[in-house]
């Protein structure tokens, strides 16, 4: 592991972090993200330098504003930690484009999980650059050829997509969102068709797991995020298929 390419993958995953905790935050609530300095969410005070320092700010200020005191959401500081662990781990044990990619694929995948989670959405603004970046980026971090990804990228959005549809005729009502045909067709794209059955089957294994964890699944009314699972179930899906496949 190169200690130099991993701290630079924390600080670079750190910085993105904190602005895509911001993203995740303020996106569902229509507040732009890209207009004007960043500001306390609760006294809109302005932030200065000292308080935008990604996780150190947090810390030295013990999570809170320190003109209002107002409790800052800790989603801040989780989103920061995470993608610094993904950049770490990320360019610290591939140190050229194959890092970069499998970084890249990580803090994509954490805010789709965690807008699905929370909200239900999985924005085309994520997803379709996702599936761009599994054509561009995808052939450095996995040896799946062209052809393999073109038919994931398709099998993986035409099958739940078929599924949707079948439900809404069915049933009347929506019962899969199309955000998550198009995430595990972007997953296609970047593992190729082999690795989605295996991808599917840890996703619905580990949403049934939480569901009966949470108690979610006593509800009648219960709703699952699949994308959520999905993205936590990419990398495994594709590391049992690598394992399995003769």
Request: a positive charge; charged letters at 10%.
């Amino acid at each position: 592991m190169s200690p130099w390419a991993a701290l630079l993958g924390a600080l670079a995953g750190a910085i993105l972090g904190s602005f895509l905790a911001t993203v995740i935050i303020r996106w569902p609530q229509g507040r732009g993200v890209m207009r004007g300095r960043s500001a306390c969410d609760s006294c809109g005070r302005t932030l200065g330098p000292r308080d935008l320092f990604p996780l150190v700010s947090a810390l030295l200020s013990r999570g809170r504003c320190r003109s209002c005191s107002a409790r800052i959401d800790p989603l801040h500081g989780r989103v920061e930690a995470g993608c610094a662990v993904i950049g770490c781990f990320a360019l610290g044990f591939a140190p050229n484009l194959a890092g970069a990619a499998w970084a890249s694929l990580g803090w994509l995948l954490l805010p789709l999980a965690i807008l699905d989670w929370r909200h239900f959405w999985l924005p085309d603004a994520l997803t379709l650059p996702l599936a761009f970046l599994g054509f561009a980026l995808g052939p450095y971090a996995t040896d799946v050829g062209v052809m393999d990804r073109g038919i994931g990228a398709a099998l993986g959005y035409g099958v739940l997509l078929a599924i949707a549809l079948s439900y809404r005729a069915i049933r009347g009502r929506d019962g899969l969102g199309l955000g998550d045909a198009k995430l595990l067709g972007a997953l296609g794209a970047w593992f190729g068709w082999q690795a989605l059955p295996l991808i599917l089957f840890c996703a619905a294994g580990s949403g049934l797991l939480v569901m009966l964890l949470t108690g979610r699944a006593k509800s009648a009314a219960a709703r699952a995020p699949l994308g959520t699972f999905l993205a936590i179930a990419a990398v495994p899906g594709w590391m049992l298929t690598i394992y399995l496949m003769p």
